[in-house]
């Protein structure tokens, strides 16, 4: 792995403190919010909150952004897509209730606080976030991986974010690995299908009912299951929960050796379940790299999990804000 300073040296060689003061990230998720800034050196949450309507969750984000609040505050804003980010609005993203849908975000912040706001899709968030201050720090060519619930990416190139002629750049999920499999961004047999983590665990109840005798402990009632459960059945040695991760791990192979023949990174950062569970991975994921990958791009390429944990929301939204600031 290559040398990257310690945590606590993440923001103080990119901006003195004074412009860090001004700098304020809006991570808008699905069930949670956050407000934070850097303080001191170190990321600081100022407010975590559960997302409700538009209109009670902005109240707390705004009572919190209040207390550090200054003249020409710098906001970046980290939210699901599909978005309309050069105009700062959020369009329909499916995990937020209905209230949010065509929210002018940017605009609501900058009248309330002025100075300027940015707005873009977590999967860039996460990717700049991991390059700037997490396990991409010192390349200039990173893939960043999601692997949630479910599977995009965030592309470094050349030392920049690459967004596509339409913002789309990224979306791997809807790679296709096989004619037939778990469905996932809306297309059996794809990348988000075998390898998210909602298609694992489809994957998982799909080799669990072709199973015969009785069904394994980690199933529900219901006949659903989730991944954390299989990967805990996994690490107990359970034979068909580690044959649902050979196969996802083989898939995720294949993709990966996808996106190093195309894109020839130095580093891939794998987020999401990945950190907790790439031992699961890691030999089924190495023998599909080493089958598809040309080698000389494949030996180029560093393949790590994401380094900044449960903040990486916060810090992609710091992120944004980082990638629109002048420089010092």
């Not at 300027?116 to 991991?130: P, T, Y």
């Not at 199933?219 to 989730?226: H, I, K, V, W």
């Not at 599909?288 to 000389?296: C, F, G, S, Y």
Request: proline letters at 7%.
């Amino acid at each position: 792995m290559a040398s990257n300073p310690p945590a606590a040296d993440r923001f103080s060689p990119l901006l003195p403190d004074s412009a860090w003061a001004q700098i304020v990230g809006l991570d808008i998720g699905g069930t949670k919010c956050a407000v934070a800034r850097v303080h001191g050196g170190v990321l600081e949450e100022l407010v975590r909150v559960p997302t409700a309507d538009f209109e009670t969750t902005f109240a707390l984000l705004a009572a919190a952004i209040e207390r550090v609040a200054r003249p020409g505050l710098l906001f970046g804003v980290s939210c699901g897509g599909p978005l309309d980010a050069a105009r700062g609005i959020i369009t329909s993203p499916p995990n937020l209730d209905p209230s949010w849908h065509g929210v002018d975000i940017c605009r609501r912040l900058t009248e309330r606080f002025g100075g300027r706001a940015f707005l873009m899709n977590d999967a860039n968030a996460c990717a700049l976030a991991e390059w700037r201050f997490g396990a991409g720090r010192g390349c200039r060519h990173m893939v960043f991986l999601t692997s949630g619930t479910g599977m995009g990416a965030g592309l470094i190139l050349n030392g920049q974010l690459y967004e596509g002629a339409t913002g789309d750049a990224g979306e791997v999920g809807h790679l296709r690995l096989a004619p037939t499999g778990p469905v996932g961004f809306g297309k059996a047999g794809s990348f988000e299908g075998f390898c998210s983590g909602g298609g694992i665990a489809r994957l998982a109840q799909a080799m669990a009912a072709e199973r015969r005798g009785p069904p394994p402990a980690w199933l529900a009632a219901d006949g659903t299951t989730t991944t954390k459960a299989v990967a805990d059945a996994a690490k107990q040695g359970d034979a068909l929960a580690l044959a649902v991760m050979h196969v996802a791990g083989t898939k995720l192979g294949e993709a990966l050796a996808v996106i190093v023949d195309t894109l020839n990174p130095e580093r891939i950062v794998l987020g999401g379940f990945y950190p907790h569970c790439r031992e699961l991975f890691a030999p089924a994921l190495r023998a599909a790299l080493e089958r598809e990958a040309l080698p000389h791009a494949a030996a180029a390429c560093q393949i790590l999990p994401a380094e900044l944990g449960a903040t990486i929301g916060s810090h992609g939204a710091i992120a944004i804000a980082l990638n629109f600031h002048p420089a010092p």
